[in-house]
T-cell receptor, first 110, second 116 residues
Framework: GQNIDQPTEMTATEGAIVQINCTYQ??????LFWYQQHAGEAPTFLSY????GLEEKGRFSSFLSRSKGYSYLLLKELQMKDSASYLC???????????FGKGTRLHILP | GAGVSQSPSNKVTEKGKDVELRCDPI?????LYWYRQRLGQGLEFLIY????????KSGLPSDRFSAERTGESVSTLTIQRTQQEDSAVYLC??????????????FGPGTRLTVT
């Protein structure tokens, strides 16, 4: 079967660093997406990794290990506006639907 | 340019009535997706269009749900004989397709459906 696992909730402090993990088992692999979803809003694209390694984009970085079926999203210098759900998503192939994890709800404390 | 639009933004309907939800994808996006999201829950895949064909309808919860797409543009999701369990936000997303990589999805603002 196809499965994506993420922690349900995490809490971190403003200014700190947090790492949100995602593991996947899918029939195929054509990259891994991370999306951010604020409460009451639609998801928005954060990153796409198709090769192993770390990709940095400002305060957000995303890591992928294809051999381990593992990714993480690293958020630095946390701000209150980073309080949101973070969704991991995998397309098994370029012509297939994208499978979403249930999301990790991140709470930022002042 | 314009993003993905959905209408109506909110819909309240009585149990047993039919509803039709509309999605206008970004121009040129051949892939279109419908998802359902219940309060506090993750995204539940419903159906995926590539052009106007639907290679994957596996997520439709029952035969009360159906969807169509005209060419590579507007899509409608129809729910017949609505039930209270259908209450949720229905999200539409579109993306480019083709080539060797996957493309990010652009989501519409959603339609909040409440069945009373």
């Amino acid at each position: 079967g196809q499965n994506i696992d993420q922690p349900t909730e995490m809490t971190a402090t403003e200014g700190a660093i947090v790492q949100i993990n995602c593991t996947y088992q899918t029939s195929g692999f054509n990259g891994l997406f991370w999306y951010q979803q604020h409460a009451g809003e639609a998801p928005t694209f954060l990153s796409y990794n198709v090769l192993d390694g770390l990709e940095e984009k400002g305060r957000f970085s995303s890591f992928l290990s294809r051999s381990k079926g593992y990714s993480y999203l690293l958020l630095k210098e946390l701000q209150m506006k980073d309080s949101a759900s973070y969704l991991c998503a995998v397309p098994p192939s370029r012509d297939d639907k994208i499978i979403f994890g249930k999301g990790t709800r991140l709470h930022i404390l002042p | 340019g314009a993003g993905v639009s959905q209408s109506p933004s909110n819909k309240v309907t009585e149990k047993g009535k039919d509803v039709e939800l509309r999605c206008d994808p970004i121009s040129g996006h051949t892939a279109l997706y419908w998802y359902r999201q219940r309060l506090g829950q993750g995204l539940e895949f419903l159906i995926y269009f590539q052009g106007n064909s639907a290679p994957d309808k596996s997520g439709l919860p029952s035969d009360r749900f159906s969807a169509e797409r005209t060419g590579e543009s507007v899509s409608t999701l129809t729910i017949q004989r609505t039930q209270q369990e259908d209450s949720a936000v229905y999200l539409c997303a579109s993306s480019l397709a083709g080539g060797s990589v996957s493309y990010e999805q652009y989501f519409g603002p959603g339609t909040r459906l409440t069945v009373t």
